[in-house]
């Protein structure tokens, strides 16, 4: 028998959603990249913070354990093996204590596999049984007395943030990066030193800034934003006075996107694997794993490229997660749209080359668009209350998007309003142009004459209104059909399906 050990990270956007601040949440996610670091190659970021690093406690367990290069390439996961079931049961709780170290207030769990090969280790009831499984929660808070961290209001306090004068937790401390911000930007200038290395505090918008970087013959600098409101204060994509009418440069959208349809097809490649043991099946499987990875990478690279503009000097997107096919970003508000249908088309595109030809992977989303200033763990849970009922909605079988507009909306998802698929936003760009067109005036008095509760009287107000502001009769017509104005009342769901798209179109950018 040979013993296989997997440590790794649980509860992963919960954590990140912990901090309510930017800077929290880009050190989280420097954090998550530092604690799965295994070959080392972050460093001199980990150094740079004074983190203490992953790899040198593995190599204090080699040869004896050593990384299991037939694992599964995924993200925050680190697998072991040995001939040593003991040691190397021992080298993961050791990993397991350091990745703790480095994030207090994380869940990790370890598990060891004794079985005679990894393959065997996917077989159905073998994953999910372990020989032995052990998991590190988070410090509970359990003195009342003791005051409350000022940053996630979760965990107690035990460090004074000169930054920002509040006293804050030791995850949120751990968070914090130890160079004074102001001495970071910009962080993401090319450079041609090969000692150049990574940047603590900023590793995710680095990897996606390298990726743009090598699609310009001559590179491309930028710098990253230094917060919600330098983001949301970026320009939308058109020099259109009409695409700035609806904020004052203060709104952004977070969007949350995670693959359907994954777990049954991994479920079959793993059964697969476990059934025949070979390396054939083994290799099919790890391709599928990096194959939508890769897809779901470049679909990011691609939306943010579609929303980069010629004179943009700072990165138009703040990656908070980008793992397996879960991505959670922010964008400015009047490049969000723009973004997200990119993302799902590009998505659609590349998925179509896993699964059943006739029933690939799919991609929902949850988009939220808000004031820079409405907490990030608010968009996060909101963002994920929209995904699930954008899943919901198609159950696997299509490209799919929920969203809120908690300046028009409120901060919770809307009753009655039903997700929508990529399909149904191409089919209604022209309608989505023609509620661009309208002036704010026009709109919020539709929306008025839409709220009253007598069809018959919304369906006469919507028609007389039409006569004295002809401009708005391309929107409905492109909505409830050329022939509308001849009913004699207009249902709920007519009634929504305008509400809804004039939300949409508050921020809305072909």
């Known amino acids: 028998m040979t013993a296989f050990v997997d440590v790794g990270f649980k509860q992963v956007q919960e954590y990140l959603g912990r901090s309510r601040s930017l800077w929290g949440r880009r050190g989280a996610s420097d954090l998550l990249l530092h604690a799965s670091d295994i070959t080392g190659s ?19 367990y080699q ?152 699609q310009h013959a001559g590179g491309r600098e930028l710098e990253v934003v230094k917060d919600f409101a330098a983001l949301a204060k970026m320009p939308a994509m058109n020099d259109d006075a009409v695409q700035h009418r609806f904020s004052e440069d203060n709104h952004l959208a977070t969007i949350f996107a995670d693959g359907n349809g994954l777990g049954g097809l ?79 088309e590009v998505s659609q595109e590349r998925y179509a080359a896993f699964g059943d030809p006739d029933r690939p992977p799919t991609m929902s989303a949850g988009i939220v668009f808000c004031h820079h200033a409405f907490p990030i763990g608010d968009q996060v849970e909101l963002t994920e209350q929209l995904l699930r009922q954008a899943k919901k909605h198609v159950q696997g079988n299509g490209m799919s998007f929920a969203w809120a507009d908690v300046t028009w909306d409120g901060p919770r998802p809307v009753t009655g309003r039903p997700p929508w698929t990529l399909d149904e936003l191409n089919q209604q760009t022209q309608t989505l142009n023609a509620a661009v067109a309208l002036p704010g005036s026009t709109r919020s008095s539709m929306r008025t004459m839409l709220s009253d509760p007598d069809p018959v009287a919304r369906q006469t ?50």
């Open 42 to 60: 972050l460093s001199q970021g980990a150094d740079e913070l004074g983190i203490p690093r992953i790899k040198k406690t593995l190599d204090e």
């Open 63 to 214: 040869p004896d354990v050593t990384v299991n290069q037939d694992a599964l390439d995924i993200d925050g996961v680190i697998s072991l093996t040995s001939h040593d079931s003991a040691k190397a049961w021992e080298a993961g709780l050791a990993l397991a204590r350091e990745m703790r170290a480095l994030l207090p207030a994380c869940t990790v769990e370890v598990s060891l596999y004794n079985q005679p090969s990894y393959a065997a280790c996917l077989a159905p009831g073998v994953a999910e049984a372990p020989s032995s499984r052990l998991t590190f929660w988070p410090r509970p808070y359990e003195f009342p007395l003791h005051k409350l961290c000022d940053e996630c209001g979760q965990s107690g306090a035990s460090h004074d943030l000169s930054e920002t004068g509040s006293q804050v937790c030791p995850d949120c401390w751990q968070r914090c990066s130890r160079t004074p911000r102001g001495q970071l930007f910009p962080a993401l200038k090319k450079s041609d030193s090969s000692q150049a290395g990574w940047r603590s505090g900023f590793l995710a918008e680095q990897r996606l800034w390298m990726a743009i970087d090598a």
């Open 266 to 344: 991994f479920a079959k490649a793993r059964e697969r694997a476990a059934s025949d043991g070979t390396g054939e099946s083994l290799d099919s499987l790890r391709a599928l794993s990096q194959g939508i990875k890769e897809a779901t990478a470049e679909a990011l690279l691609k939306a943010t490229l579609k929303i980069l503009r010629d004179d943009d000097a700072q990165l138009p997107v703040i990656p908070h997660i980008q793992g397996g096919d879960d991505v959670l970003v922010t964008v400015p508000a009047l490049r969000a749209w723009r973004f997200l249908r990119t993302f799902l």
């Open 461 to 510: 107000r919507l028609r007389h209104f039409v006569t004295r502001m002809p401009e708005s009769a391309p929107f409905l017509s492109g909505i409830l059909g050329a022939n509308w104005s001849r009913g004699t009342s207009l249902d709920p769901a007519e009634t929504q399906k305008v509400l809804d798209t004039l939300s949409l179109g508050r921020w809305w950018s072909e």
